[in-house]
């Protein structure tokens, strides 16, 4: 399925790179997020982007940073990370709406912080 | 603080029996509730949504007790290709909607045995 697709697939970054994460959605859906998922813990809501504007933000520290520069395209900024930080990091879409939207995720990006 | 318990598994079952997993949650506000499958480093996909009144779709049942605060999932006749991790998902917003995000549960491993 290419309905939501993330790049790159795996990172390995230093503390002290500078990063970007990117997810495209297919679907014409006009909301996206971002979630992390570390081994051991669910699934964790970062960011939340309606129309383009951010509605959420799940108390993320600023090493991450999200960028919406359209409905289609979303993207995660790192820099200075930390180790805890690895993680599998997951967009997904929806077309918000007042019955239930599903969520569509991409693949994840698999991150490493050394 | 919003959590969605789940007992972690493995759930080990042979193949054509039936299983049965809960899921609590917290917030008696949460609205919208979910099952999601999250195959073996895949993203998750959602399997079924739960209804009030309880659904069924095909080898699958759902069910929600809201006094009780817990979510079921009934797989019948289970096959080998029902090994998988089993996300139980719950919404704040009434009727759904995606742009609240989501909250989940760490999951249910389950393994279907030959």
């Known amino acids: 399925e290419t309905g939501v697709t993330q790049t790159p697939r795996h990172l390995v970054m230093g503390m002290t790179n500078k990063k970007s994460l990117k997810c495209e959605q297919h679907l014409g859906h006009n909301a996206m997020y971002w979630y992390k998922q570390s081994a051991k813990k669910p699934l964790e809501l970062m960011f939340v982007?309606?129309?383009?504007?951010?509605?959420e933000n799940n108390s993320v520290p600023s090493r991450f940073s999200p960028e919406c520069p359209n409905s289609s395209h979303l993207f995660l900024h790192l820099h200075t990370l930390q180790p805890e930080d690895s993680a599998l990091y997951l967009c997904a879409s929806s077309q918000e709406r007042l019955g239930w939207s599903e969520q569509f995720f991409g693949p994840g990006t698999r991150l490493t912080v050394l | 603080r919003k959590e969605v318990e789940q007992d972690p598994g493995p759930f080990n079952v042979p193949e054509g029996a039936t299983v049965a997993f809960n899921c609590t949650y917290s917030?008696?506000?949460?609205?919208?509730f979910f099952w999601y499958r999250q195959d073996c480093r895949k993203e998750p996909k959602l399997l079924m949504s739960?209804?009030?009144s309880g659904n069924e779709d095909g080898r699958f049942t759902a069910q929600l007790n809201r006094a009780s605060q817990y979510i079921s999932l009934l797989i019948r006749d289970s096959k080998l290709s029902d090994s998988a991790t089993y996300l139980c998902v719950v919404n704040e917003r009434a009727g759904g909607g995606g742009a609240d995000g989501l909250t989940f549960g760490k999951g249910t491993h389950l393994i279907i045995q030959p």
């Open positions: 982007y309606s129309l383009e504007e951010r509605v």
């Open positions: 739960v209804y009030s």
């Open positions: 917030n008696s506000a949460s609205q919208s």
